[in-house]
């Protein structure tokens, strides 16, 4: 992965600024970010309640997921029934939602800051 990319940001856990610190305290998936970023300090929280807004994307992610189970159980279980389809599709979002949710937080991050190279020396 490309450094300098919000892909890198996001898929790696960094500071969507400096993309040297972490975004999360220990694991990615924790579900909280840091207050502020521990190598170029800048704040993860730019206002109260702004992490509110990750919902929208956690909301997309979650569109996104429902329509990529329902159309794979469609190519690949052509006999499924409706309740097939909606059991794959709860089981798979209750799977994944604990990624989902910390994910769009760190996506949302990335919406307002980019990556400045002048903070990525050591
Ligand atoms: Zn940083």
Same mark, same amino acid.
């Given at each position: 992965?490309?450094?300098?990319?919000?892909?890198?940001?996001?898929?790696?856990?960094? $500071? +969507?600024? @400096?993309?040297?610190?972490?975004?999360?305290?220990?694991? %990615? #998936?924790? &579900? =909280?970010?840091?207050?502020? $970023? +521990?190598? @170029?300090?800048?704040?993860?929280?730019?206002?109260?309640? %702004? #992490?509110? &807004? =990750?919902?929208?994307?956690?909301?997309?992610?979650?569109?996104?997921?429902?329509?990529?189970?329902?159309?794979?159980?469609?190519?690949?279980?052509?006999?499924?029934?409706?309740?097939?389809?909606?059991?794959?599709?709860?089981?798979?979002?209750?799977?994944?939602?604990?990624?989902?949710?910390?994910?769009?937080?760190?996506?949302?991050?990335?919406?307002?800051?980019?990556?400045?190279?002048?903070?990525?020396?050591?």
């Amino acid at each position: 992965m490309i450094k300098g990319t919000k892909f890198y940001s996001i898929f790696k856990g960094k $500071c +969507p600024r @400096c993309q040297n610190g972490d975004f999360y305290d220990g694991l %990615f #998936f924790k &579900g =909280s970010p840091l207050k502020e $970023c +521990p190598h @170029c300090k800048l704040k993860y929280e730019k206002e109260p309640g %702004f #992490f509110q &807004g =990750s919902y929208y994307v956690t909301y997309a992610l979650g569109v996104a997921t429902i329509v990529s189970v329902w159309v794979a159980m469609y190519v690949l279980f052509p006999n499924a029934t409706f309740d097939h389809y909606l059991w794959g599709v709860l089981g798979t979002l209750v799977v994944l939602t604990p990624f989902i949710y910390p994910l769009s937080k760190i996506i949302w991050a990335n919406f307002f800051t980019s990556y400045d190279s002048e903070y990525n020396k050591d």
